[in-house]
């Protein structure tokens, strides 16, 4: 049974730099959300995709953050031009459409930028 | 935009103990969620409440919502240390919105 997975689970970047990371949801799920959680924080809503389609994205995201779903499958999650105010926890979740929208998380991509 | 405040943000409770954590928000939402989180480790969903009046219980933990207080209580009986976690309730349908989380400790 394999779970939702990211890759990395560590990036450490200079600002100013593009960092692109990977999600790979539990397989036969539709929906795919990410996150973001700081220290003490909970997960801060980015964006959420059903299948292939983005269908809602946070208003506090920048323009400097882009998702994709091709296929419906696994999802890429790119931040350009970091910043320090990046440095966070990067959280992916999927879920089936079911009634219940149980979200299972992966491990997290930890971004540390300098 | 939705708000969710959970109360209280830490709790240090003794082993045996009971008590009860807070989750209030702002908006009607028809499905609130709690979430366990371990130090340095993702998050693990441990209960959804989808109706007014929904009670789920598992184990030493029993969650219930109030739709039209729009308030949801994570009790837990008989504290033990393997409880020790950050809890998260969160509500929303497309977008969720999460509490900032209760940080429990429980102390021998």
């Known amino acids: 049974d394999t779970g939702v997975s990211q890759d990395p689970r560590h990036k450490i970047t200079k600002r100013g730099q593009n960092v692109t990371f990977r999600c790979d949801p539990i397989?036969?799920?539709?929906?795919l959300y990410w996150y973001r959680q700081t220290l003490g924080q909970g997960p801060e809503f980015l964006t959420y995709?059903?299948?292939?389609?983005?269908?809602?994205k946070s208003r506090l995201l920048s323009d400097r953050f882009s998702a994709e779903r091709p296929k419906g499958s696994f999802s890429t999650l790119e931040i350009q031009r970091t910043e320090q105010g990046d440095s966070a926890m990067y959280l992916c979740a999927s879920s089936i459409t079911s009634g219940r929208e149980t979200q299972y998380f992966g491990p997290g991509t930890r971004l540390l930028v300098l | 935009e939705l708000k969710v405040e959970q109360n209280p943000l830490f709790l240090s409770m003794q082993e045996g103990k009971n008590y009860t954590i807070y989750c209030n928000y702002s908006t009607t939402s028809d499905r609130l969620y709690w979430y366990r989180q371990d130090p340095g480790k993702s998050l693990e969903s441990l209960f959804v409440l989808l109706s007014n009046g929904a009670v789920k219980q598992e184990g030493r933990l029993m969650a219930s919502l109030d739709t039209k207080a729009r308030l949801s209580t994570l009790h837990i009986t008989a504290a033990v240390h393997d409880l020790s976690a950050t809890y998260f309730c969160?509500?929303?349908?497309?977008?969720?919105?999460f509490g900032t989380g209760t940080s429990l400790t429980v102390i021998p």
């Open positions: 995709f059903q299948n292939e389609a983005q269908l809602e």
């Open positions: 969160a509500v929303g349908s497309n977008q969720f919105y």
């Open positions: 397989s036969e799920h539709n929906r």
